[in-house]
């Protein structure tokens, strides 16, 4: 009896999926007639439904007891072609791939976990989707709604909605307890994915038993669709008139580039010209603005430049235009020690409101930054001839170049561990980078030295060529990315510059992306350590600890084993490791290049630092400087 349910069940699913493919979409099959308004479904399949009504195709799967029903319903949909499941091997490598395929491409993901651990891991994965608002849907497997007793991996207390309450902590989340409950569950979670200003993951969470609960005619377009709208230019005129006539006070300007202003490049040039000002640009957008051009002192804050932290250091009067003030980036509120007035363009009110002398545009970044460009020309503002603040600026932006060139010139150091001269860092990062631009590659950036270099040396002309996860500096993040590459309806080759700490806490990509077909390169600098915080532990306690080991990997032949993954030997050139990448990109899968680099103290070694930062021994110095701006 119970065999011949399911048969009917299947049949009845298949049917539909078949129904909704033959239609192009459930929208489609609903106007027609092949798919009945009311139907008999579960509450899985009423989810994936409510999923697919919302473009979501691709699955990040790591199943287990507490998502085998909706693990059915994606076997049953996929094999009518209306989407996609990849099992992977790792929650906390599904949740990057899907966060990197919807940053990268804006196609949407789910990720789906069993109950417990698996849950646990792909919570801890989308820190960084919620550090970097990007959209994900994130489907975990819960504890059952009637309570019989303690189901095994849940947390091992006498409470109602543990897991829940985790998830509502990092982002927004809903538990179907109540399968009728599905629409509103939905909604929330389009609002959350699809927010247009400040996306993120959105958690909902299955019980085990309501996942098979059947819904009997269920109305299909109680499924949401639709985005939330944008909220537009920020309204009211004084607050303009105010920005202008402050802007058209101050004698030295610089305008803090956040993710909120990725949308809003050409708007920002023009700005820049009228108010005199200079860009400080956040990694998160890099190539918002081009790196060429004059008024882009490239990146600022704890790692940033000699020309961004120039020009943080000596403005009098700030813009502030989609940023949050992420300790790095503003040298944890000491960044800009000069500044008098703060224009604020956000669509956050904490955010828009975070320094004092303030003036906020409550707003979306291009349309308010138009309205103020309006309100700046009616104050009888044009385009800028040369100021003595620009040729300032000018000359730091040359050091910089200057000290950049130094260090590419030197590419080798001997290295202790090594034992002999390997190439640095910078030089390595420089040739990758350059050689990924010339290719049409994007380049991920995972955490660390890698990472920081990484954002002082790139020099994109556009956004998408790089994406560096400075939110959440998630280590393992980029080679996790590289799965995406497998997934985007159109592919796209990526370059994954990862250390060898970072490469170690995700190698699950050389298995899944050969599994899921993905295109790229992992560029593992090897500097046989957690290199950023021995060089942390180095400046603020003289001597590095626990930050490295003696253990020897040969990781060619970690990538070897995995058949499909071709691997090269970087090298100790600059020559060698355009070979190596040649190399890798004539192999049409996933490949790793093993690139032996020098950690130590010459300066020649690294791009420096340049800020303050409220960490370690320096706390007490930054805080107090902190407290004595008082911005
Ligand atoms: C998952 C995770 N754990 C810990 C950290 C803290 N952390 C930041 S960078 C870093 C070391 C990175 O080492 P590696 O990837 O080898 O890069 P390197 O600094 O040596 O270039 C650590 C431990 C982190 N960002 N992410
Ligand atoms: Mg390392």
């Not at 319903?73 to 899907?98: D, F, K, M, P, S």
């Not at 091992?156 to 309450?165: A, D, M, T």
Request: net charge negative; charged share 20%.
């Amino acid at each position: 009896m119970r065999v011949l349910q399911t048969h009917n069940l299947s049949d009845s699913r298949s049917e539909r999926a078949r129904a909704i493919a033959a239609a192009g979409g459930i929208d489609r099959a609903l106007d027609a007639g092949s798919l009945p308004r009311r139907v008999d479904v579960t509450l899985s399949e009423a989810v994936v439904l409510g999923l697919l009504r919302q473009s979501v195709r691709t699955f990040l799967c790591v199943l287990g007891h507490g998502s085998t029903e909706i693990g059915e319903v994606l076997r049953v949909y996929e094999q009518a072609g209306l989407l996609r499941t990849c099992g992977v091997r790792h929650e906390v490598e599904a949740a990057h791939a899907a966060t990197a395929l919807r940053w990268v491409t804006g196609e949407k993901a789910a990720v789906v976990t069993s109950i417990g651990p698996g849950a646990l891991h792909a919570l801890a994965g989308s820190l960084a989707s919620a550090s970097d608002g990007i959209g994900v849907w994130h489907l975990y497997g819960d504890e059952t709604s009637q309570d019989e007793g303690p189901n095994m991996q849940q947390i091992p207390k006498h409470e109602q909605q543990l897991y829940l309450r985790l998830c509502s902590v990092l982002g927004d989340a809903y538990c179907l307890h109540t399968p009728e409950a599905l629409g509103t569950a939905l909604r929330r979670g389009l609002n959350t994915v699809e927010h247009p200003h400040r996306a993120g993951p959105f958690y909902l969470l299955l019980p085990l038993n309501t996942q098979p609960r059947m819904l009997r005619q269920f109305n299909l377009e109680e499924l949401p669709a639709g985005a939330p709208p944008r909220l537009g230019a920020a309204a009211g005129g004084d607050v303009y008139r105010q920005a202008a006539a402050a802007l058209r006070a101050a004698q030295r300007v610089v305008v803090k580039v956040g993710g909120g202003a990725r949308g809003a490049g050409n708007e920002l040039l023009e700005f820049l010209e009228l108010v005199d000002g200079v860009a400080v640009t956040s990694p998160l957008v890099s190539g918002v603005i081009p790196y060429e051009h004059p008024r882009n002192m490239t990146v600022g804050g704890s790692k940033g430049s000699i020309s961004g932290n120039y020009a943080m250091e000596e403005a009098d009067l700030l813009v502030a235009i989609g940023t949050r003030f992420v300790c790095q980036s503003d040298c944890s509120r000491t960044g800009y020690p000069r500044v008098q007035h703060v224009v604020n363009i956000n669509t956050d009110l904490y955010a828009a409101t975070h320094y004092g002398k303030t003036i906020a545009l409550l707003g979306d970044a291009a349309p308010t930054l138009q309205r103020l460009i309006e309100e700046l020309k009616r104050h009888g503002a044009t385009t800028s001839a040369a100021s003595e603040w620009f040729g300032l600026c000018r000359e730091q932006r040359q050091s910089w170049e200057e000290f950049k060139a130094a260090r590419y010139r030197t590419p080798c150091l001997y290295d202790e561990v090594w034992g002999e001269k390997v190439l640095t860092q910078p030089a390595a990062i420089k040739t990758a980078t350059d050689w990924a631009r010339a290719h049409d590659a994007v380049t991920f950036f995972d955490a660390g030295d890698v990472q920081a270099n990484g954002f002082q040396i790139v020099e994109d002309d556009r956004l998408g060529r790089t994406f560096t996860e400075t939110g959440a500096s998630y280590m393992g993040f980029a080679v996790s990315a590289l799965l995406a590459t497998g997934l985007a309806s159109q592919p796209f080759y990526g370059l994954a510059l990862s250390g060898d700490g970072s490469f170690s806490m995700n190698p699950q990509i050389l298995i899944d992306g050969v599994a899921h077909g993905a295109r790229g390169c992992i560029v593992l600098l090897d500097n046989r350590r957690m290199g950023a915080i021995s060089g942390l532990q180095e400046a603020q306690y003289g001597a590095a600890h626990a930050t490295n080991d003696r253990v020897a990997v040969d990781y060619v032949a970690w990538a070897r084993a995995v058949k499909g993954v071709a691997a090269f030997d970087g090298g100790r050139s600059l020559e060698s490791l355009t070979a190596a990448l040649e190399a890798a990109y004539a192999h049409h899968g996933l490949s790793l290049i093993h690139v032996p680099v020098y950690y130590g103290p010459d300066p020649l070694g690294g791009m420096g630092v340049f800020g303050r930062w409220n960490v370690g021994s320096w706390v007490d110095a930054t805080q107090a400087l902190r407290h004595e701006i008082g911005l």
